[in-house]
């Protein structure tokens, strides 16, 4: 039988990241920029992928927690980059839409990465890592890493929600009414990114970009309340999350395919559902 002491850090990892992806997501659907945490994610492990390389030429017999902190920066400092681009493209006026521009970015990075990767020893399983993650194993300091960046990027987004919600719900429109909307749009992408960069460590590009849009993508069909959409969203979140890993160590296979199957399966359950009682207010 596997212990509590065992199952409870994946889980509460998965569910650290419900509780701040699904309040992304539903940013990022209203802005119909679906791919913007996937995108952001691929290049911030680019970043900690070439902050490797750059430790490694540097000369062997450096430490583990020396060669994260680097990998860190330089993924931090591609965040960046990719917000201060993603910012200025959105006020540009360009004949190609953001959103493919997000998805030649996650189209290149991944790319790189994996040409990178594949070069260096048991690239393999590091390319099996950066995309499908090991939350099963995830260790106590990338939790405490992981909450530390959720609480305090919640917590901003907390205190500047209305100048964030009125820059999603303006975010089609050429005029703003929000001052400084650049800032604001730049302060997004970036605060994203470091939740990202934490949550692709714990769980991967794949499994945290599910938790971002399959939740979110329910809520649009539940209420236009921000509150209900975020219980609806973490309440979805949370039960695939805790049933995926269960599940897949009673099944012996890894968490993160269970847990996006599970999360598809309740997307069609949650809009199924909601079909039919529609039918029946008819």
Known sequence: MISFDFLFPPILGCGLIVLINVYFGIHVIKRE????DIALAQISALGGVIGGII?????????????TLLSYIVSLIFISLAAIVFTLLKHKKIPIPLEAIIGISF?????????????ASGGD????????????????????????????????????????ITLTNSFKNEKCTLKNSRMWDFLFYFS????????????????????LIIPASLTVFISKSWIMKLIAGWTMGIVAAVAGVLLSVKLDVPSPPVIIILLGFLLLLGYGFIKIKAYKDI
């Open 192 to 211: 994203f990114g470091i939740v990202v960069i934490e949550a692709v460590n714990v769980a991967g590009i794949l499994t945290v970009f599910a938790f």
């Open 55 to 67: 430790l490694n030429s540097a000369g062997s017999g450096h430490e583990h927690d020396e060669n």
């Open 33 to 36: 920029i679906i791919f913007i």
């Open 125 to 164: 399983v590091h390319v099996h890592d950066m995309l499908i993650g090991s939350v099963l194993w995830v260790s106590w300091n990338q939790i405490i890493r992981l909450l530390i960046a959720v609480s305090a990027v919640g917590l901003f987004h907390f205190l500047f929600r209305k100048k964030f």
């Open 107 to 119: 189209a290149v990075a991944t790319t790189l990465a994996v040409i990178i990767l594949d070069k």
